[in-house]
């Protein structure tokens, strides 16, 4: 199973960027996708997730500026980020919980390489 993020560059403070992440190989049934960053020198964190009943739940820094949305056709999650800040600055990861065949009860958590994004002030 592979995800592949891309989408993140440089673009100026109040800009957009839209991240995208797709996973492919062996998937029988693809679970919950959701978006993580990490700045330098910086813990992990959770960007947006799935939530019940379809809601997203996101990072309280990025309510009202990052829509997640997902592509069940083409197995691929999107970041929509507007409104971008400096503080938004990190490598971006996807990460999938994937089932691999029938027989996988439980399936596994997947990670991407993530894709820089970088603004400028």
């Known amino acids: 199973v592979q995800l592949q993020a891309s989408g993140g560059g440089l673009v100026r403070a109040g800009g957009s960027l839209r991240l995208s992440c797709t996973a492919s190989?062996?998937?029988?049934?693809?679970?919950?996708m959701g978006w993580y960053r990490q700045a330098p020198g910086k813990q992990r964190e959770l960007v947006a997730r799935?939530?019940?009943?379809?809601?997203?739940d996101y990072v309280d820094s990025v309510k009202g500026r990052f829509t997640m949305s997902r592509d069940n056709a083409k197995n691929t999650v999107y970041l929509q980020m507007n409104s971008l800040k400096p503080e938004d600055a990190a490598v971006y990861y996807c990460?999938?919980?994937?089932?691999?065949?029938?027989?996988?009860?439980?399936?596994?958590?997947?990670w991407g390489k993530g894709t820089q994004v970088t603004v400028s002030s």
């Open positions: 990460n999938a919980h994937v089932y691999v065949s029938e027989a996988d009860r439980y399936g596994s958590d997947y």
């Open positions: 799935p939530s019940h009943g379809g809601m997203v």
């Open positions: 190989g062996s998937i029988f049934s693809l679970g919950d």
